[in-house]
């Protein structure tokens, strides 16, 4: 009920800030284009532009240093992580084959998603890191990471958006671009960012997100409320917001301040419909990660089939030096001692760095309304509860480090 409700407002679809009208990155390609075929993939970019355009055609940020030492962990490295594509493109990193293990690609009115599950650790990821939020705004509004961009082509060609989210961990992704907007609800909104210890299934809508590892789909979908939004039957809506605790010095003694609400609600609003799934067996990057040689138009899925990307150029450059190395999945293993213990309670929630979103949360959270209603907390809710809390305020003092 509550999603028709949402989808009454579709029809009044506009464009405000929801494409990208300040500068690119500094490290980013002009164009998200794909490499031409006789390159060879950079595995030491520093390109931060992601492409999200379909279940096999996407990008992820991941450390820029891929040694998997705990300086690593992503909430340490939010500012400078660097984009790691599923396809040779955007001048960017390359995800190896077989690192992820599940994707599942949602097209909405309002926004494109991508979730699943990784062996992050493959892209320099600490092993048992809980990860973290990414989003256009960041400490200085400047993006985490500064420089950070995306684009998608579900529009019929490729258009850099304004707004947009992801969560990133040891074993789980997901990435939300919002394409439009309506009326009520802005892009801002739908990819709100002060969300960040929530983790992919609150945040993303995403029902079945633990039972959908080693599956790979691409669907269609409504859109989900906005996260945090919980539309009520009278037509108003009730927002959650994160609790944050967090310290401050005050004339040399320690004062401590908190924001948000006691109790998370243990679901999203709703879980959205999704329609014309198309199931894959596995997505692959066409590139031999043995030197990393561009030697092919890359092959795209879309509707059920294989396609060859279109306007693939090509070029002839010399192997790079070095670039005959072996692949570079052997970090997987380079980072196996780095294992925390903690590491599951805390990836279910993802994201335990609060960064540049806790210093904003700060500011408006005192505003915050009564959260949810609409969710019974049972038993086991109120356990998922005290996690949260516990993990929020880890959380804080990740975010209070970062922002220095
Ligand atoms: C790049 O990201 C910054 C920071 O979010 C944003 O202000 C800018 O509009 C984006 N530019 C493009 C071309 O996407
Ligand atoms: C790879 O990217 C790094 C960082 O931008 C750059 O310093 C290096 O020259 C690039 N390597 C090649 C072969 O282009
Ligand atoms: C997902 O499946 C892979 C096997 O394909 C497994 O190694 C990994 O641990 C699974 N991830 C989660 C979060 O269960
Ligand atoms: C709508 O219902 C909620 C409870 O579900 C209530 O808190 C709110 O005041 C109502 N708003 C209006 C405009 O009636
Ligand atoms: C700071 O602390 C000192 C000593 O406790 C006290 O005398 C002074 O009034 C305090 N200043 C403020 C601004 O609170």
């Not at 096999?56 to 040694?67: A, E, K």
């Not at 400078?80 to 009115?109: E, M, Q, S």
């Not at 309670?345 to 904003?360: C, F, K, M, W």
Request: aromatic content about 8%; proline content about 6%.
């Amino acid at each position: 009920m509550l999603s028709l409700a949402l989808l009454t407002l579709l029809p009044m679809l506009v464009k405000g800030q929801v494409t990208a009208t300040f500068p690119n990155g500094a490290t980013n390609p002009d164009q998200p284009e794909f490499l031409p075929i006789g390159s060879y993939v950079n595995q030491t970019s520093l390109s931060r532009l992601l492409t999200l355009n379909g279940v096999d055609d996407f990008c992820l940020y991941g450390p820029p240093d891929q040694s998997g030492g705990p300086e690593n962990e992503i909430g340490n490295v939010e500012p400078v992580v660097v984009a790691y594509c599923t396809k040779p493109r955007n001048n960017a990193r390359l995800i190896p084959d077989g690192a992820i293990t599940a994707a599942h690609f949602i097209k909405t009115p309002l926004y494109v998603q991508i979730y699943g599950f990784w062996d992050g650790t493959k892209v320099g990821i600490v092993d048992g890191d809980a990860g973290g939020e990414l989003d256009p705004h960041g400490a200085e509004n400047l993006g985490n990471p500064i420089g950070g961009n995306v684009t998608s082509n579900v529009g019929g060609s490729d258009v850099f958006y304004e707004e947009w989210m992801s969560f990133i961990s040891y074993d789980q992704f997901c990435l939300r671009i919002c394409t439009a907007e309506t009326n009520d609800i802005t892009a801002a909104i739908q990819c709100e960012h002060e969300l960040d210890i929530m983790g992919c299934q609150f945040v993303m809508a995403i029902e079945d997100f633990y039972q959908s590892n080693n599956s790979f789909t691409s669907c269609e979908g409504e859109p989900a409320a906005p996260p945090g939004h919980y539309p009520q039957s009278n037509g108003s809506t009730s927002t959650f917001k994160q609790r944050y605790t967090g310290s401050f010095t005050d004339n040399g003694s320690v004062g401590y301040w908190t924001v948000g609400q006691t109790v998370t609600p243990s679901a999203p609003a709703f879980y959205p419909a999704t329609s014309n799934c198309v199931t894959y067996s596995t997505i692959s990057n066409g590139v031999n990660t043995g030197d990393w040689a561009v030697t092919a138009t890359p092959s795209i899925l879309a509707a059920g089939s294989t396609v060859a990307a279109s306007n693939v150029g090509t070029t002839s450059q010399e192997r790079p030096s070095g670039a005959s190395a072996a692949p570079t999945s052997g970090s997987a293993s380079g980072s196996a001692s780095g294992s925390q213990s903690s590491a599951s309670a805390s990836a279910s929630r993802s994201g335990a760095s609060g960064s540049g979103a806790s210093a904003s949360t700060a500011t408006n959270g005192a505003a915050a309304s009564a959260s949810g209603g609409s969710s019974a907390a049972s038993p086991a809710a109120q356990n998922n509860v005290l996690v949260a809390g516990a993990v929020g305020i880890v959380g804080m003092l990740v975010g209070a480090v970062t922002l220095l």
